[in-house]
């Protein structure tokens, strides 16, 4: 008996040592892992890499700017529906373990012990909790340590945060394939819905994800994914979170994925998302860009951007297609499946509705063609084969604009086409309607150019071309392409001269003129457009109407191209503008936009605007970290709302760069312009406008640039290396037209409203040859003149001095050419 006491004794004694080494061991241990684990404390401030969201002024999508893909959601506004399927499929057991699931762990490692020397990778038990502290804290190391360490971290997490923080924490950070992180990211990038649109079947498929995300591809591994989903399915009817009803519907229902595309989600947007892009970063670099989640809210009007568009692409092909038919894009061997092989082929994917397509069989009345097949989500191309018809009809523009008018008439579409060529066709249109089947040759424009449409009182940039194609060439031409903006620049002369004593009605010489630039220089003769010919006196209004060159020099001669330079750099339009008279006919280079804003100050009465595509830029807290609008609204915070105060007024306080008085002179001098000289064509808007048309040296660029009370439009055409556009390109007949187009659209339903005279000026009937007060019972046209106070005409005249052989006034013993202006009242 004292044996067996001593015995058990010993036992106890051996079982406590034991014991009491286990428990040092795994203090120990717990010590020994626990002295390097990551500080669990960050994940209280923890701000996740967001994505930054573009959105035009009406709220539709513009653009998405991220390294991983994320919208960060709280976990009150996720759906039951979607938190219950990532519990069924990945921890059903979340809101009642402390962190770790012991019998998942079992489980693993007996699974782990089968598998021991498979090389297969060892099966997870993971919590939700451990996960988080893996993604956030840890590494995917495979091993026992990382393990160790992730089922500590685990513990003190579940006693730091409650349940509800820690699983928002896990489905935002999870990576759901496809770029996705996330669960309402993965919601827009797979089904293009949010989280609360989710079907049953939708959801388990994204809770079925976190396992093998690129195993599971909706496309690739279709089945695999089906089966998948649809055991997340079983779990949620088998933890009562779903109907039997629901759960066999879900099963049904197929794997249909509608992918959102990375490119700008509005029609015709990319140039604008990219500029604005551009612009954040410049604002705040990279990190803020791609992470920092910003809610930008663009000026882009998205109806106006596709007007824009679609006016600018009409334009650049009508004018190429002038020039005749260049041949295809490629030739490409069509034995064999020709889908595989035109698939291959580089299109352009924003110019819809153009489409690529490969030329299969030729006649003398058709061709046949087959279209570029698309590609399925995971790359795959598609079997499906369309087919079309370009009739002779499709192909009639071919016909180059250098064949005399009565030269032989395209006879055959295989004089044109034949097997092989690859080229872009679009549905034929007649009577407005597309021919079913039938379709039209087309061919990309060799020439480009840029439009933009502002608000002149605010400087919002509403809708921005950049070129043909986005696709083709991310060359914004509207804010990077440095071009001359010819006879466009004439306006800011003017308004120089009208600051500066001239009027609409000062007569000056339009004839010969010879500029002596120095030694060495030789003597400059500038011409008018029309060589040699010459309307002799003429007021200023009529020379800005039809753009007389000689004019504008002799007005820059006698004003000073320094202060013009000043008015330039005022304006914005250059930084610094040599002191060459040239440059008085826009020999200098600027942008479409800096044009624009110019032209958004004469428009607005002479307020400085400085242009935006911005409104307004929201952290991801929702606080306003840029607004563009710094005007002061007072009034507009009503504490216990309207009694009947008075209204809110907006107080601004820009500077200010032109007189009022003159910006409406020379917005009336260029409504003549419009009205009846070189940019008559768009008097069939309907609508009060203003413009300026500008056409280079040899034809390189033309222009045009114009306004309403509330909208300013400017564009150019020219080749990209700058060659002539050919003899008959000018700005009244080639780029006119499309601004015509555009503002048609714009403008149609807007009322007529007139331009707005300011306080001062003085509106005067004068005769719009002399600029004088007509006698009374005279012929002649009149109009009415706007005067800034004593500057209108006398009753009477007293005109001093003699008139040369060609009619041109000038004073006793001076030269024809070294006086050129006379004023009411005299000659001076």
Known sequence: MRLLVRFVGFLFTAGTVVFLVGVAGVAGAIWHFSKDLPDYSQLQDYEPPVMT?????????????????????????????VTNAFLAAEDKNFYEHGGMDFTGMARAAVAYVQNFGSNKRPQGASTITQQVAKNFLLTNEVSFTRKIKEALLAMRIERAYSKDRILELYLNEIYLGLGAYGIAAASLVYFDKSVNELTVAEAAYLAALPKAPGTLHPVRNRDRSIERR???????????????????????????????????????????AEEVRRDIFERYGEKKLYEGGLSVRATLDPKLQVMARKAMAAGLVNFD?????????????????????????????????????????????????????????????????????????????????????????????????????????????KDGNPVEGQYRLRQLPEVSGAMVAMDPWTGRVLAMVGGFSFDQSQFNRATQAYRQPGSTFKPLVYSAAMDNGYTPSTIMVDGPIEIDQGPGAGVWRPENFSVGSYRGPITLREALKWSVNTVTVRLAQDVGMPLIGEYAKRFGVYDELPNYLSYSLGAGETTVMRMVTAYSMLANGGRRVKPTLIDRIQD???????????????????????????????VDRRELVLDPMTAYQITSMMEGVVQGGTASVLRQVGKP???????????????????????????????????????????????????????????????????????????????????????????????????????????????????????????PGIPPDATNVMRPGGLY
Request: some cysteine; overall charge positive.
């Open 321 to 429: 297609e002038a020039q005749g038919w260049r041949g295809p894009v490629s030739k490409l061997d069509i034995s064999g499946d020709w889908g595989v092989k035109l698939a291959d082929v580089k299109s352009l994917s924003d110019i819809s509705p153009w489409r690529m397509a490969v030329v299969l069989e030729t006649s003398d009345q058709s061709a046949r063609i087959g279209f570029q097949p698309g590609r399925e989500l995971g790359g795959a191309i598609s079997k499906d084969r369309q087919t079309g018809l370009i009739m002779l009809e499709g192909v009639r523009w071919t016909r180059p604009a250098s064949m005399p008018a009565r030269g032989k008439a395209l006879s055959s579409v295989s004089q044109i086409l034949s097997p092989g060529d690859v080229i872009y066709a679009d549905p034929l249109i």
């Open 689 to 811: 406008i203003a413009g300026k048309t500008g056409t280079t040296s040899d034809g390189k660029d033309v222009w045009f640039i114009g306004f309403s009370p509330d909208l300013v439009v400017g564009l150019y055409l020219g080749y990209d290396k700058p060659r002539s556009l050919g003899r008959a390109a000018q700005g009244g007949h080639t780029a006119a037209p499309i601004v015509k187009d555009f503002m048609k659209l714009a403008l149609a339903d807007k009322p007529a409203t007139p331009f707005k005279v300011p306080p001062g000026i003085r509106l005067v009937r004068v005769d719009a040859k002399s600029g004088m007060r007509p006698n009374p019972g005279e012929g002649g046209r009149t109009i009415l003149e706007a005067f800034k106070p004593g500057t209108a005409p006398p009753d009477n005249y007293a005109v001093v001095g003699v008139v040369d052989d060609g009619g041109v006034p000038m004073q």
């Open 230 to 272: 649809n055991y997340v399915i079983d779990r949620l009817l088998e933890n009562g979170w779903i109907k039997q009803a629901d759960a066999d519907k879900a099963r049904k229902e197929p794997l249909v994925v509608a992918s959102r595309s990375n490119a700008a989600h509005t029609f015709a947007g990319e140039y604008f």
């Open 53 to 81: 969201r573009i959105h035009a002024s009406d709220g539709a999508l513009l653009g998405e700017y991220a390294k991983e893909r994320r919208l960060y959601l709280p976990i009150q506004a996720m759906p039951k529906l």
């Open 620 to 650: 991801r807290y929702g606080r306003t970290i840029f607004k563009h609008d710094a005007r002061e609204c007072r009034g507009c915070d009503a504490p216990g709302g309207w009694k009947n105060q008075p209204e809110p007024q907006l």
